[in-house]
């Protein structure tokens, strides 16, 4: 007789880019929310420039629209007050974060990966530092007890970039349109507003 | 010796249109959750599509963007869902709802506004009906026991559709960029997301 496979273990897709403001309140407490109910992590970096570009928008609805972008600002502060996150309004936004996100498809099924993230987004959203910057990242990966030159190396090598481009028109074929943006199974969840919710979908099945 | 003034009474203003399918959701909610707070409620009925229009968008950008409007179909179901509400995807979106906003503006301080916004709104979102036809709301009034013909005379006369004008162009001076949005003061929220912790805000100064 044939033997029944075991359930699934619940699993998230977490898609996000180091230049989203919303994606920083992700990342920096996706690990331990998922931790709490069981719910393993897919890291999926991907580049909102281009995703952006595909729905007619020469860059951030943030920037483009300065009411929302007004808004955004006074949200943050609220939102880093609630989840007791450090926050500074970036002096360059949105900042480039092609290289981070290399380096991210490269660790994303590494146990580092949430510790390198957290530590890029604080870059850019806490200490208001450029975050494309091989000396600034180096640093990083060392500090995690990392081949600092290894994986500079290997994120920007061609294969890396390819799968970069590739990972990012996979987001825009699947119908993502901003960051974060969660996926379980089908079901897709826009925003760190619905973190919790794709969570407890994720783990009891109730969207 | 002059008396100090009270404290004034926790407030909070609440943006919202019938045609937005997230004011669907805080006009369903917002009367029992600000009671549970003591927080009194300044309804705020205003049209979305002049607003829109200031931005550049010709309609939604629910209509505009069509993978957030798929988007928003999907998390429509779960919002609801959590909430306990029922929900209908209207067959015509955005539906005008004038004719309904400029009853509410009459209403705005009356005992018989929020139960006459949720009845309005499920016409919409529920019944999948014409929302601005008189004849779908003068039963409404009549049953509230309101004097229908009277109200609606009062909604159709010039003065009133100047007021909802007037409405409509103090959100757009005041940066509001959609729907709802509440103010707790100067702070402003952007969302049915938001309306919990605007509502913390207004009764306990956390945002």
Not at 8 to 30: D, K, T
Not at 103 to 122: D, H, K, Q, T, Y
Not at 179 to 186: D, L, N, R, S
């Amino acid at each position: 007789m044939a033997q029944i496979p075991p359930p699934p273990s619940p699993a998230i897709e977490f898609w996000f880019e180091f230049a989203s403001n919303y994606s920083y309140l992700s990342v920096m407490r996706i690990e331990d929310a998922a931790r709490r109910r069981g719910v393993s992590i897919a890291w999926k970096p991907f580049l909102l420039g281009p995703i952006f570009r595909a729905l007619g928008m020469e860059t951030s609805p943030f920037v483009l629209q300065k009411e929302k972008g007004a808004y955004v600002r006074q949200d943050m502060v609220r939102q880093c007050g609630k989840y007791g996150l450090r926050w500074t309004q970036p002096s360059v936004f949105p900042r480039l974060g092609v290289l981070p996100l290399r380096i991210a498809l490269i660790g994303a099924e590494e146990p580092w990966m949430g510790a390198f993230c957290r530590r890029v987004m604080e870059l850019n959203f806490v200490l208001d530092e450029d975050m494309n910057q091989p000396d600034r990242l180096a640093p990083i990966l060392t500090e995690l007890g990392l081949p600092a030159a290894e994986i500079m190396d290997a994120a920007q090598a061609e294969p890396t970039k390819t799968r970069l481009r590739a990972q990012t028109e996979e987001a825009r074929r699947r119908g993502v349109f901003g960051a974060p943006t969660f996926f379980v199974g089908k079901q897709m969840f826009w925003g760190n507003d619905r973190l919790d919710d794709a969570l407890l979908f994720a783990s009891e099945g109730k969207p």
